[in-house]
């Protein structure tokens, strides 16, 4: 595929959290169809290692700093992409924090740390990035990376996080219709369980393995197919989307409480 083949080139795509994961995923997709990514990562070797794989495979890369739970920051980030690459296209919020455990034991400071990461960081960057964003010449794009427990809450201890992915959504919506006006789509995407490196860390194979056995797509999702959705979002194919919500997760937000099946349907 030359460089005029790939419908990013000329095209430039901020990533936050673009270090790991998921977001180190999209970056790389980004940059494969031509995009100029700029990965923001709160820990630079994790950022500075995902740019050097970019540049590596012919891509190009840049890295900003990316703390979204500061105000500051977040400007910075921003200003600083906007400074280096002349332009802003596509922003593509996947950084986000968590905070796992009871309500009844939870401290009030991690609280309120999860509440500046995951909802303070949308108004920041919505408002830091329209004016360039507007300047797209096919419409800019700012997608945010929600999760599928924002509205069907499965895991235990995650009613801070997931909470605050449902503003997310919520947020977007709202944005969508307030953005239409400044050439700006608004959209988000619902990962399921997806093989990042947080959830590795959290589940084993076998851990996995049993929670995935009854979806309808038994296993846990990759990343690159986050990205996948992520670049399509953004191309000119999706030009009349906009305040969408896209689940991803093999169809586990259908998967029936255990027994209930079985109770529905005995004589």
Same mark, same amino acid.
């Given at each position: 595929?030359?460089?005029?083949?790939?419908?990013?080139?000329?095209?430039?795509?901020?990533?936050?959290?673009?270090?790991?994961?998921?977001?180190?995923?999209?970056?790389?997709?980004?940059?494969?169809?031509?995009? @100029?990514?700029?990965?923001?990562?709160? @820990?630079?070797?994790?950022? #500075?290692?995902?740019?050097?794989?970019? /540049?590596?495979?012919?891509?190009?890369? #840049?890295?900003?700093?990316?703390?979204?739970?500061?105000?500051?920051?977040?400007?910075?980030?921003?200003?600083?992409?906007?400074?280096?690459?002349?332009?802003?296209?596509?922003?593509?919020?996947?950084?986000?924090?968590?905070?796992?455990?009871?309500?009844?034991?939870?401290?009030?400071?991690?609280?309120?740390?999860?509440?500046?990461?995951?909802?303070?960081?949308?108004?920041?960057?919505?408002?830091?990035?329209?004016?360039?964003?507007?300047?797209?010449?096919?419409?800019? /794009?700012?997608?945010?990376?929600?999760?599928?427990?924002?509205? /069907?809450?499965?895991?235990?201890?995650?009613?801070?996080?997931?909470?605050?992915?449902?503003?997310?959504?919520?947020?977007?919506?709202?944005?969508?219709? #307030?953005?239409?006006?400044?050439?700006?789509?608004?959209?988000?995407?619902?990962?399921?369980?997806?093989?990042?490196?947080?959830?590795?860390?959290?589940?084993?194979?076998?851990? @996995?393995?049993?929670?995935?056995?009854?979806?309808?797509?038994?296993?846990?999702?990759?990343?690159?197919?986050?990205?996948?959705?992520?670049?399509?979002?953004?191309?000119?194919?999706?030009?009349?989307? @906009?305040?969408?919500?896209?689940?991803?997760?093999?169809?586990?937000?259908?998967?029936?409480?255990?027994?209930?099946?079985?109770?529905?349907?005995?004589?």
């Amino acid at each position: 595929m030359t460089e005029q083949q790939k419908q990013y080139a000329g095209k430039v795509v901020l990533v936050t959290g673009g270090g790991r994961g998921m977001g180190k995923a999209i970056a790389v997709a980004f940059a494969a169809q031509g995009a @100029t990514v700029v990965i923001a990562a709160r @820990t630079s070797k994790y950022g #500075e290692q995902a740019v050097a794989e970019i /540049r590596a495979a012919g891509g190009k890369a #840049e890295l900003v700093g990316g703390d979204i739970s500061e105000r500051a920051a977040v400007k910075k980030m921003i200003t600083d992409a906007v400074k280096i690459c002349g332009q802003l296209d596509v922003i593509v919020h996947c950084a986000a924090d968590n905070a796992h455990g009871r309500i009844v034991d939870m401290e009030d400071d991690a609280f309120d740390y999860l509440i500046k990461s995951n909802v303070h960081s949308l108004f920041w960057i919505a408002k830091d990035a329209a004016p360039h964003l507007s300047k797209a010449a096919d419409k800019g /794009r700012l997608i945010y990376i929600s999760s599928g427990s924002a509205n /069907r809450n499965y895991i235990p201890g995650l009613i801070p996080y997931a909470s605050t992915k449902a503003y997310m959504n919520a947020f977007a919506r709202g944005l969508a219709v #307030e953005f239409g006006s400044l050439n700006i789509l608004v959209n988000v995407i619902e990962p399921g369980m997806i093989a990042s490196d947080r959830m590795k860390s959290a589940l084993n194979e076998a851990q @996995t393995a049993t929670i995935a056995a009854n979806f309808p797509v038994p296993r846990a999702g990759l990343p690159e197919e986050i990205a996948a959705a992520a670049v399509f979002i953004a191309s000119p194919q999706a030009a009349y989307i @906009t305040g969408a919500s896209l689940l991803i997760d093999g169809g586990a937000s259908m998967v029936p409480l255990v027994g209930l099946s079985a109770t529905l349907t005995k004589d």
